[in-house]
């Protein structure tokens, strides 16, 4: 990351016009002398000993195969030359290898180092969520790792502008650079710790480890050092390439092949072995757990459900997320008591990965087992497209059903064993043939249904599940046209259909609620309990809701996040956003990527975890007749105490 200065390349040396010629003299102390080539480098780029330049001004001329010394060592050798004899310290031999390339491999730069003190500073600024100490601790060492390069980078950039070579640092510079990162950090840190008590307080947050708080500087220090080092590792593989490859070709040519190997070497290893490696490592880590039955799950005794009584589905193919969504869901009992009217039991067909080795089949054995329960004959279906996991919202599809009174049919199937963070990072192509296949294979069954009898078609996801679920649609009259209404909450931030609906909002209206087309078909929603922009313009027809927290990082993680300030930072805060939220390029891109794997570990109405949300939401999608807001307040108690 940054090229350490040696002794050596601190001396002064002449250039060959400045060097005298072989018998003319030069001043050395009081007397005129005949030295050698003095500073001229011979072949190879070695020094000679002052005992050999000695020897050649004795005897007044150079020898061909002389070697040559700097002006420093000559200035160094006068006295001895005036004496006759050398000294003992001018024939020391160099140093050792090896201590120097210790030394290279913990040396810091003073620019770099104050370019990883204001990483550091800069690292405290609050993002979506609140921190651990671990957390703070990783950003910190990252963000500290940017600055020290990027404090390197500019004063080589300086150098070369001022053509002039590095230069060791003075101690007084690195006393005052001491006291001042001291200073600053201290301050930041504090800094720090109050926006996080901002911000655990604005999301009702009362986790607070004060020890790995006081850990966090260690975390970051240990980050920081092996960021480093590997990046001195690739700096120190590319110099071997480099000097390798001058055997052959030349020294531009040879830099220029040089960084490309290496940069490709690092992306396949990143990429191939290492990526692949720990991808491969969680996949068989949660196929374990894949194969175990949540606690209190238990299988069902209907033949309704997936996994039951006739299913065609084998309940031990289910998986962990699909035996808890077969197994468990509201009654037709539980239903009864919240609209005080009769109810019907609900169906739910789901196929896991054990179920079927291939997408498509996957989703015709769910359709065929929707079909065999009855699900075609129910008013309202719902296609969900799941997390990477297979797991189903409980509080969206159980919301779904009180509304519909239990006249509904939902259909699912499983395509990772990857939680949806990881899944939506290394894997997006699964999701999107799972969407496109469970939605076409529904919709090739019920589009040769008769108009009269068909059910109303419904689509829904969260996260991972919403990628998946916009797969199988062009655009809006896409959605309008096939289902009967749709709902997507938490949409990661590189969703086609999302972006495009965003990215071509209405005039003046703001990124975290945007307002498509005058929401004639598409809506947005950051609290359905206030409404759904714009207020009083018509929603007929199909209506298709995008429900998505200000806090939710998954909604807002890209990587343009690194160099392109997004419009949601520089509009007004949101209810559950700090307005001490900015941008900073690369800082502002590591803060919210270590919010990610936290997003749902925040109380719900926060971050990536949407709960009582879904009644407002599915009532706007649906509008059952009959439900009174009274109705949906008792609702909301029943999904809370349900999730």
Not at 24 to 40: K, L
Not at 627 to 641: C, P, V
């Amino acid at each position: 990351m940054d090229e350490p200065l040696d002794e050596a390349s601190t001396q002064t040396t002449q250039t060959p016009a400045e060097m005298p010629r072989a018998g003319q003299p030069v001043a050395v102390g009081e007397r005129a002398v005949d030295p050698p080539n003095a500073g001229q480098p011979r072949p190879g780029g070695e020094t000679g000993s002052v005992a050999t330049a000695a020897a050649a001004v004795d005897a007044g001329v150079v020898a061909p195969e002389a070697p040559t010394v700097d002006a420093g060592s000559v200035a160094a050798a006068a006295p001895a030359v005036d004496a006759g004899v050398v000294a003992p310290e001018a024939e020391a031999s160099p140093p050792s290898s090896e201590p120097e390339k210790h030394r290279r491999l913990l040396y810091l730069t003073l620019p770099g180092c104050w370019g990883a003190v204001i990483g550091s500073c800069l690292s405290f600024t609050p993002s979506l969520l609140p921190r651990t100490g671990i957390t703070q601790g990783a950003v910190w060492g990252i963000s500290a790792a940017i600055g020290y390069g990027l404090g390197v980078l500019a004063a080589w950039i300086w150098r070369a502008f001022a053509d002039r070579d590095a230069r060791r640092a003075r101690r007084r510079s690195w006393l005052i650079f001491f006291m001042a990162a001291a200073v600053l950090l201290i301050v930041c840190f504090g800094l720090g710790q109050y926006w996080q008590h901002q911000l655990r307080k604005l999301m009702d947050v009362s986790d607070y480890n004060v020890a790995l708080v006081v850990a966090s500087p260690f975390i970051a220090a240990l980050v920081f050092c092996l960021i480093l080092l590997v990046g001195r590792g690739v700096r120190g593989v590319f110099r071997w390439v480099v000097k390798l490859l001058k055997r052959w070709i030349g020294p531009r040519a040879a830099n220029a092949v040089g960084w490309i190997a290496v940069a490709g070497v690092a992306y396949l290893i990143v990429s191939g072995l290492l990526l692949n490696g720990v991808v491969n490592l969680a996949n068989e880590t949660f196929s374990v757990r894949n194969g175990i039955t949540p606690e209190g799950v238990e299988q069902p005794t209907t033949d309704l459900r997936s996994g039951g009584p006739g299913s065609l589905v084998p309940w031990d193919s289910l998986g962990r997320e699909g035996r808890k969504f077969t197994g468990t869901g509201p009654s037709a009992a539980d239903i009864e008591r919240f609209s005080d009217t009769p109810a019907k039991d609900p169906i739910r067909a789901y196929a896991g990965l054990e179920s079927s080795n291939d997408t498509e089949l996957r989703a015709a054995l769910a359709v065929d087992d929707l079909d065999r329960a009855g699900g075609f004959q129910r008013k309202n279906l719902l296609v969900v497209t799941t997390t990477g996991s297979g797991w189903v919202d409980p509080a969206s599809v159980n919301t779904f059903e009180y509304l519909s009174g239990g006249d509904s049919a939902i259909v699912a199937i499983q395509y990772s064993y990857l939680p949806s963070w990881i899944s939506y990072l290394v894997d997006q192509r699964k999701a999107r043939e799972a969407g496109r296949d469970l939605f076409d294979a529904v919709y090739d069954r019920w589009s040769k249904l008769p108009q009269a009898v068909r059910p109303r078609l419904f689509v829904g996801g969260e996260s991972l599940g919403s990628f998946g679920g916009e797969t199988a649609f062009s655009g809006e009259y896409d959605l309008r046209n096939r289902t009967a209404g749709t709902l997507f909450s938490g949409p990661p931030n590189f969703n086609t259909l999302f972006r495009e609906f965003s990215d071509h909002r209405d005039a003046g209206s703001p990124e975290i609620q945007p307002v498509y087309k005058d929401g004639r078909t598409v809506r947005f929603t950051n609290d359905p309990s206030a409404g759904y922009p714009p207020a009083g313009r018509p929603w007929d027809g199909s209506r298709v809701l995008y429900l998505m927290h200000p806090s939710d990082p998954i909604v807002w993680w890209g990587p343009s996040l690194i160099l392109q300030e997004p419009d949601w930072v520089s509009e007004p805060p949101a209810k559950d956003v700090l307005d001490s939220v900015i941008w900073i390029p690369f800082v502002t891109f590591w803060q919210v990527t270590a919010d990610l794997p936290f997003a749902t570990g925040v109380p719900g109405g926060h971050g990536h975890k949407y709960t009582t949300e879904y009644v407002d939401a599915w009532n706007a999608v649906m509008q059952p007749s009959g439900i009174t807001d009274k109705d949906l307040a008792n609702l909301r108690n029943i999904i809370s105490a349900e999730t």
